[in-house]
């Protein structure tokens, strides 16, 4: 079975946490969504991040996510695939030596990579994006282009897929998103 490791945190976009997470539970993957500094039924605050006509994104109070796996206890090479909630969180989660390791492991090895919205943030940090195709929330554009990478500007309901790289860029594109991320994982979805 395979096993995918899903990066969140507290003030992650509660639908980028939530929504993954079972979308891959429902195709039968196995899912240890984890945080740093947390363990294993220590919950999280997420925040509900909406597009209401405003010059940005509205953010309001969502729902405690409890985390099924301590981070203490993750090693990157138990896993086929790495998914990162955008949100708040990013930003200080890029700040984590332990996430940045983990990230350019599933880069090194060639793993299925999923990162959307703000999650860019942590491939920004780990320099992993230089010479990459990839959407991200419009605001940490300009950040892909400062780190070589090359940012594209789609609709918020499509992703972008460049080698193991797999991009949207807010929750409204998670359909697209998944799909593309377990195509990467060899799944074959089909009605």
């Avoid at 509660?14 to 240890?32: I, K, N, R, S």
């Avoid at 955008?86 to 599933?106: D, S």
């Avoid at 940012?151 to 860029?169: F, H, I, R």
């Avoid at 359909?175 to 990467?184: C, G, M």
Wanted: with cysteine; hydrophobic share 40%; proline share 5%.
């Amino acid at each position: 079975m395979k096993k995918i490791l899903v990066l969140t945190g507290d003030f992650a976009e509660d639908y980028e946490t939530m929504v993954p997470f079972q979308m891959l539970e429902m195709l039968g993957y196995t899912v240890h969504t984890v945080c740093p500094g947390k363990k294993k039924g220590d919950k999280i605050k997420t925040a509900i991040h909406d597009f209401e006509g405003d010059q940005t994104y509205t953010e309001k109070p969502g729902h405690l996510f409890e985390l099924n796996y301590s981070f203490d206890e993750v090693f990157a090479d138990d896993y086929d695939g790495f998914v990162m909630a955008g949100g708040r969180a990013p930003e200080y989660l890029r700040l984590n030596k332990k996430v940045i390791e983990i990230t350019k492991h599933f880069f090194e090895k060639d793993k299925p990579v999923a990162s959307i919205c703000h999650a860019i943030q942590i491939l920004t940090v780990a320099k992993v994006l230089k010479g990459r195709t990839l959407t991200a929330y419009p605001t940490i554009g300009p950040e892909i282009e400062l780190v070589g990478g090359n940012y594209k500007e789609v609709e918020p309901t499509e992703a972008v897929v460049d080698g193991n790289l797999v991009t949207s860029p807010a929750w409204p594109g998670h359909a697209a998103f998944i799909r593309e991320f377990v195509k990467l994982l060899g799944a074959k979805i089909e009605i």
